[in-house]
């Protein structure tokens, strides 16, 4: 069976490019960053590299550039080293876990937590963060885009807010970085998170950039590694294999965009061609990530349907899929639990065709058809 993978937001294929450099970094650039003799200077290099191609992908300097395990920890540095009890912080209610759990956290250890509703378009009104505010507000933490949605926020306003109040301000730009321009030196942004794996690149290895000026304590003590912020010996070939990633997913950047507004409109067109009731979630969103709605089809059913076709989409995020709750984030934006419970993401990226995205649409024309007799049929 040809299988087609359309959960892209949940994790990529890795780019053959960057395979290749992994293996090649793997086998041969074995040192270790922190030896004096070559063996080691040879992997800082290719260390220091991947750091300057990660900067210049966001137009910042390399000294800004923290290298991590991924999103999750990026959001968890920024949260847990900046806030301490007596300080008020500010983020919304359909971030990820990562930000959502460590919030929860932090309230228990007397931070004063706030959590921001997104509005039924699924964006978030950067007013209500504005009137969130309080005197003792330290941070705030909003995403790029949502992950289950696709929805940008107006990361830009609010980062020029928080410069002029002097408030820290993070973003959570794991599902948009690639996705849409981001060139930080345009943005009052003091920290952002993003991961290798949702940019074709190596899953556990993110990236924290911390602006200039701006400091941290140490998360992990030992050898100093990672500006003193994060110690231990550094994964060299994920670290190469994220440079060229994000070098790559930003050199060919509208390219992308093209290609991925074309195969979701030609995803979306071929599902109303064949008759399909759906709703599409979510306004001003990157493309690529779709958010449908089949009136009186389980998500779960079909997203186990389809996965007997050869065809993988998610019902709900990655992270919370498994279980048969309705998504969090669609209840927050104001559905109801029936029409979230029928609700599935499905996702495409650079891999993907026209005829691939032809027979995704076809697939689930007969599925919801096969679905609705059948629940015609039990009354
Ligand atoms: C918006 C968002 N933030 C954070 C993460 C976590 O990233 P990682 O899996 O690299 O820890 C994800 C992954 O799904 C995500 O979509």
Redesign the pocket.
């Known amino acids: 069976m040809n299988r087609i993978y359309c959960d892209i937001?949940?994790?990529t294929p890795i780019d053959s490019k960057v395979l290749e450099l992994m293996e090649h970094t793997q086998e041969y650039i074995f040192g270790n960053p922190s030896s004096v003799h070559i063996f080691g200077q040879e992997a800082k290099a290719v260390v220091e590299r991947a750091r300057i191609q990660v900067a210049e992908s966001l137009n910042c300097n390399s000294s800004e550039i923290i290298f991590t395990?991924?999103?999750?920890?990026?959001?968890n540095i920024v949260l847990q080293n900046t806030l301490n009890a007596g300080d008020h912080f500010i983020t919304s209610s359909y971030?990820?876990p990562?930000?959502l759990k460590t919030a929860s956290h932090l309230g228990s250890k007397g931070i004063e937590v706030t959590l921001v509703l997104p509005s039924s378009d699924g964006s978030i009104d950067k007013n209500s963060v504005y009137d969130a505010c309080k005197s003792n507000t330290k941070l705030i933490s909003i995403?790029g885009?949502?992950?289950e949605l696709g929805t940008l926020n107006p990361i830009k306003e609010i980062g020029e807010f928080c410069a002029s109040n002097n408030i820290l301000f993070h973003s959570?730009v794991?599902?948009m970085f690639g996705k849409t321009p981001l060139n930080i030196s345009e943005f009052n942004i003091d920290f952002l998170?993003f991961?290798?794996?949702?940019i074709y690149g190596p899953?556990?290895i993110?990236v924290l950039f911390i602006r200039k000026g701006v400091t941290l304590p140490p998360l992990i003590f030992g050898g100093g590694q990672e500006n003193n912020l994060r110690a231990g010996t550094e994964n060299v070939d994920a670290i190469a294999g994220f440079g060229l990633a994000s070098e790559i997913a930003t050199s060919n950047l509208d390219d992308n965009i093209e290609h991925l507004t074309q195969i979701e409109n030609c995803f979306l067109n071929s599902l109303q061609k064949n008759d399909v009731d759906f709703m599409l979630n979510g306004k001003n969103r990157v493309p690529g990530i779709c958010n449908l709605t089949f009136f009186g089809i389980s998500g779960q059913t079909l997203l186990l349907n389809l996965d007997m076709q050869g065809i993988a989409i998610s019902f709900g995020?990655?992270?919370s899929s498994g279980s048969v709750k309705a998504s969090q984030t669609l209840l927050e934006i104001g559905m109801s639990e029936e029409d979230a419970l029928n609700t599935v993401r499905i996702s495409f990226g650079k891999p993907h065709t026209f005829e691939d995205c032809e027979k995704v649409a076809i697939t689930i024309a007969n599925q919801v058809k096969k679905l609705k007799n059948t629940s015609i049929s039990h009354g």
């Open positions: 937001a949940a994790t395990s991924g999103g999750s920890e990026s959001n971030e990820h990562s930000i995403m885009v949502n992950n959570d794991v599902q998170s991961a290798g794996h949702k899953k556990g993110g995020s990655a992270c």
